[in-house]
Every structure is written in C-alpha cells, then in structure tokens.
C-alpha cells in the first residue's frame, strides 16, 4: 500500500475513532438525563465523581436491554442489569450472575483490546502528522531577505 493509501487509511480510523468517542459522550449525556426511571430500584448517580452506585457499589457496567442503554466505567466494581416484564416495565436491578460476569468480561477485553489498538493508531497518526508539518515547513519557499544595500 502506498503512503498516501496508507495516510487515508489512518485518518479514516481516527475519524471513525473520534466518532465513537463523541457518540459515547452523547450517549452518557442522554443516559444521565434518562436515570431517573433507575432511581427508585436503588440505582443511583453520584455527581461528584461521575459515576453510577448501587447497594454502596460502583458501577462498572450497567446495562438495560430495553431501552438500549449501556454505562462501563473502568473504576467500577460491579455488573449490574435492568429486569423487566413482558411489558417493557421494569422489575428489578440486579447485579449479573456469574455467567453473565463471564460473558460481559470477555466483552469487555475485546472492548479493552480494540482501545489498545485504536490509541496505537492515533499515536500513529499524531507522529505522521507532526512528520507531515515537518515536510511541509521544508518545502514552502524561504522568505525573500532585503536586498543588500548598495554600499555593501
């Protein structure tokens, strides 16, 4: 592949990747507004630092297929999920069996794994850039000098 093929290639990752990282922030701003509902099954949000509680707990994932909103917070301690009955309404919030942990863990690597990644290419593509401007500075012409006075 040719580095010019290959530059597109890399901004189009980091595009795709500032797009999730905005969709996700867009998400969470949503979802803090839509937490209310949570709020009587002992769900709740802390403000002061930004995450979610339940039973005394940090909330490392939660999820409510329902409505189709997911919340993971690397800090967190437990995984918790939203039950509800053939009607949509909820019952409970639980926090997930030991199959459903095992299930969601490894979610959670191939998530960690690709974020990996995803920084290697944005760290990539900052050197690139940096190199980039580099070349570009090299190439613009020079700033024409005074001509020399003629008593010199």
Do not use: C
């Amino acid at each position: 592949m040719n580095s010019a093929k290959r530059f597109a290639v890399m901004i189009l990752f980091g595009l795709i990747g500032m797009g999730v990282i905005s969709a996700q922030s867009f998400r969470e701003d949503l979802m803090v507004s839509s937490m209310a509902i949570y709020e009587e099954y002992g769900l709740k949000y802390n403000t002061e630092n930004e995450s979610y509680w339940f039973n005394d707990k940090i909330v490392r994932y939660f999820v409510d297929d329902h409505r189709g909103i997911m919340h993971l917070s690397p800090s967190g301690e437990i995984y918790v999920k939203v039950n509800r009955d053939p009607d949509g309404i909820i019952t409970s919030i639980v926090e997930l069996t030991p199959e459903e942990y095992a299930r969601i863990e490894g979610l959670l690597e191939e998530i960690d794994a690709k974020r990996v990644v995803l920084n290697e290419r944005r760290m990539e593509m900052m050197e690139m850039k940096e190199r980039l401007e580099q070349n570009m500075n090299l190439m613009r012409p020079a700033a024409p000098h005074d001509p020399p006075h003629p008593g010199f």
